[in-house]
């Protein structure tokens, strides 16, 4: 085909193999690439740099296993979750000892609320890997909404280790400590998340409870006051959406 069919054949696939160990340029996983369609290569080539994380790599010649899991992120992509989990489960068979697949299938199970499989999965993960710090804040997360809370900590404490950053893991820590009582830990979390993101308004909302129990009147005020500003500001940004939506509706453009 000549140039054009050829860039519509590849962005209509929904994934693209370059098997070769030996590739120059790595121009077949490139155009894939540029026509939006992941590719699995060889992780014995130099491809596996190229493909970055839009691409899978496999070592040796069964490059299924990495179909598998692209076809499983597609289907977590659009949350066809039955479908993921099944991609992802027929990779894990092909290739027991990949890394990752089975972090990808327990967070697919705690995305759907099912959180004894989510546990389980996520424990196998870290069990092979004791340094999957986004493993232990995924199980973190589920300890939490199984009413664990110091089994949580343990894990988004270890999570944050690997990921100090992680703001979502330090913000899921101090709903932890809160939940264990431990408010002037959950105090200390929040206002570190807080300080890297003030406009979030779910934290001032924890800041507030957490201050609530440790009986600091002023300070949980001060957190209310917060909150209601920044809920009634994204009120507002949606309401605004909603009538730029409506305006290009009924003005569409030629």
């Not at 069919?5 to 962005?11: C, G």
């Not at 121009?27 to 596996?48: I, M, Q």
């Not at 010649?61 to 597609?74: I, S, Y």
């Not at 009582?181 to 570190?192: D, F």
Request: a negative charge.
């Amino acid at each position: 085909p000549d140039r054009p069919d050829l860039a519509a054949l590849l962005a209509s696939a929904d994934v693209a193999i370059a098997p070769g160990p030996v590739e120059t340029f790595g121009l077949a996983a490139l155009e894939a690439l540029a026509c939006g369609t992941p590719v699995v290569v060889s992780a014995e080539s130099a491809l596996p740099e190229v493909a970055g994380d839009a691409g899978v790599s496999v070592a040796g010649e069964d490059l299924a296993p990495g179909v598998h899991e692209l076809l499983g992120r597609q289907h977590e992509e659009h949350t066809e979750f039955d479908l993921a989990i099944q991609e992802y489960k027929a990779a894990l068979a092909k290739r027991p000892d990949a890394g990752g697949i089975r972090y990808a299938i327990g967070n697919v199970y705690r995305k759907t609320s099912q959180y004894d499989q989510a546990e389980r999965w996520l424990n196998e993960e870290i069990q092979r890997n004791p340094y999957h710090g986004l493993a232990h804040y995924r199980l973190g997360s589920v300890y939490l909404e199984q009413g664990k809370p110091e089994e949580a900590i343990s894990h988004l404490e270890l999570a944050l280790r690997s990921h100090p950053r992680l703001t979502d893991a330090r913000m899921e820590l101090g709903r932890a400590y809160t939940a264990a009582g431990r408010y002037q830990e959950a105090v200390a979390a929040l206002k570190q998340v807080a300080a890297s993101d003030p406009d979030n308004d779910r934290v001032h909302y924890l800041l507030l409870c957490a201050y609530s129990k440790l009986g600091k009147k002023e300070e949980a005020q001060a957190e209310l006051a917060t909150y209601q500003t920044l809920t009634r500001r994204r009120l507002q940004r949606t309401q605004q959406d909603v009538r730029d939506a409506a305006g290009s509706l009924d003005h569409p453009r030629n």
